[in-house]
């Protein structure tokens, strides 16, 4: 198992017959080519199948906001920007009257972590906010972002999402568009592929497959030979369907679908 990234590219020079480098950060050519081609490989392959040391499962939920009755200013972790379409969502106390849940309303951006509503996407560019009735008892409760259409929710993805592997219902419709999953549930649970770059979390086998695909893919820039450039791409297929076996076999077996570009690639 590889100690550091630079032992990885190192790694991958050696199967180009180049010397090591000391440093990703150094200005001669193989540093910089291996500086720029490593996290792009390591995420290309990290996303071409769900490896057991990268899934992580997260159960999608609406934001929590609490109310402040005296201002009418509604605190959460990230506000939605002035205009978003908002819905909010029952908790077990309800929700601040007038508000009602189902129904789109409007942020109007306060700062990073505030924010009021309004009734109409005009109203918060003037902005006009709703006048909360003064209710101690709903305190706080959920509220969602809402698509400009098509779906009803949109869920911010984890900032270390790679790909989806499979959601929780089986059968839900959704999308990803930018980094926001979008469907028409209120909560979902997800598993899917992380960016996981501490390379101490990879199987030997991993390494291997990324040096020699890291090899194939800076070796024309660096060396200049087409043969060699396909005698690695051939090492690659073999290793990619020996590497995804094994890596399968840890564990009750699942259906996923993850045909890729690599294969059509190498």
Request: net charge negative; glycine share 4%; hydrophobic share 40%.
């Amino acid at each position: 198992m590889a100690a550091t990234e630079l032992e990885i590219c190192n790694a991958a020079l050696s199967r180009l017959g180049a010397p090591a480098i000391t440093s990703l950060s150094d200005a001669d050519k193989k540093s910089q080519t291996c500086s720029l081609m490593y996290p792009r490989t390591r995420d290309n392959l990290l996303r071409s199948h769900p490896w057991n040391f990268a899934l992580k499962r997260v159960e999608l939920l609406p934001y929590v906001g609490t109310v402040n009755y005296g201002t009418d200013v509604i605190t959460t972790t990230v506000a939605p920007a002035t205009g978003t379409k908002i819905s909010f969502y029952s908790s077990s106390n309800g929700v601040p009257s007038p508000l009602q849940t189902g129904v789109v309303y409007y942020a109007i951006n306060l700062n990073a972590t505030t924010f009021k509503v309004a009734l109409t996407y005009a109203d918060s560019l003037v902005p006009t906010p709703i006048d909360l009735v003064d209710d101690w008892v709903v305190t706080s409760f959920y509220f969602g972002l809402v698509p400009a259409f098509g779906y009803s929710m949109q869920f911010p993805l984890p900032t270390d999402y790679l790909r989806v592997v499979k959601l929780d219902p089986s059968d839900i419709e959704y999308k990803i568009e930018g980094s926001y999953l979008l469907c028409n549930d209120s909560s979902v649970n997800m598993l899917y592929v992380s960016k996981i770059t501490d390379v101490t979390k990879y199987e030997a086998m991993f390494d291997h497959l990324l040096s020699v695909m890291l090899a194939h893919e800076m070796s024309y820039s660096l060396v200049q030979s087409v043969n060699l450039k396909n005698t690695l791409a051939q090492e690659v297929q073999i290793l990619l369907r020996d590497v995804r076996s094994a890596d399968a076999q840890e564990g009750t077996p699942d259906d996923f679908d993850f045909n890729t570009w690599l294969e059509a690639r190498y």
